[in-house]
């Protein structure tokens, strides 16, 4: 079954540095989003892609947030100068269609990264 | 503004039992209630989903109840097996929305 992969698993980095977290969406999928889980929280939507554009984006997602497509394959979530409160477990997902109803295999998520900021 | 409220935070059931997990919505544009389960180390994963035309859905030992009326969903888990120990999330989205807004989650422990 086609998978969302997303790398490192954990990544601990001290605030104030740029973090890129990294995703392979499944192959065939067009539209793209990153939400996060803070510890205990809920999970909350980022920012969604399409056609290498933003096609919407939360309040969280501010100016220290980007996103990239760099090279067909990969999606990235860069942030610029991290805080202590981004620290959370950020999930990539995918899906053929837009919207949250897309056919089958549908919006899919990756396992995540957590982010850990010291 | 919190969209979806979800409880319990945290539910233990017997191996056979019956697993009830509530969620409550605000927005009346949302037409969409997926629930999603998580295990550890992986992403939430789409377990069955309904929409407000209908108040049941079920798969599985897995069913939706809704109530259009009273903005409301939950998630039953008929014959609770130790493998359903996992976290679930309720969700829901509007009519050609481009995100989910999520509950807080239920971890699930099915006890041998």
């Known amino acids: 079954e086609p998978e969302v992969t997303q790398t490192p698993s954990h990544q601990v980095t001290q605030m104030g540095q740029e973090v890129i977290l990294r995703c392979v969406p499944i192959?065939?999928?067009?539209?793209f989003y990153w939400y996060r889980q803070i510890l205990g929280q809920k999970v909350e939507f980022l920012v969604s892609?399409?056609?290498?554009?933003?096609?919407?984006k939360s309040e969280i997602f501010d100016d220290q947030f980007s996103v990239e497509r760099p090279d067909g394959s990969n999606f990235t979530l860069k942030i610029r100068s991290t805080k202590l409160e981004d620290s959370a477990m950020y999930f990539c997902?995918?899906?053929?269609?837009?919207?949250?109803?897309?056919?089958?295999?549908?919006?899919?998520f990756g396992s995540g990264t957590r982010l850990t900021v010291v | 503004q919190q969209q979806v409220k979800q409880s319990p935070q945290s539910l233990i059931v017997q191996k056979g039992g019956i697993s009830i997990i509530n969620c409550a919505y605000e927005n009346t544009a949302f037409d969409y209630f997926p629930w999603y389960q998580q295990f550890p180390g992986k992403g939430p994963a789409l377990l069955i989903a309904?929409?407000?035309?209908?108040s049941e859905k079920k798969e599985g030992r897995f069913t939706i109840s809704f109530n259009k009326s009273a903005k409301q969903f939950s998630l039953h888990i008929m014959d609770s097996q130790p493998g359903d120990s996992a976290t679930y999330f309720c969700?829901?989205?509007?009519?050609?929305?481009?995100?989910?807004?999520f509950g807080t989650g239920t971890s699930l422990t099915v006890i041998p």
């Open positions: 309904i929409r407000p035309d209908v």
């Open positions: 997902a995918s899906s053929v269609l837009g919207g949250t109803r897309a056919l089958s295999p549908g919006y899919t």
């Open positions: 969700a829901a989205s509007p009519f050609l929305g481009n995100q989910f807004y």
């Open positions: 892609f399409y056609n290498n554009e933003i096609s919407e």
């Open positions: 192959s065939n999928h067009l539209y």
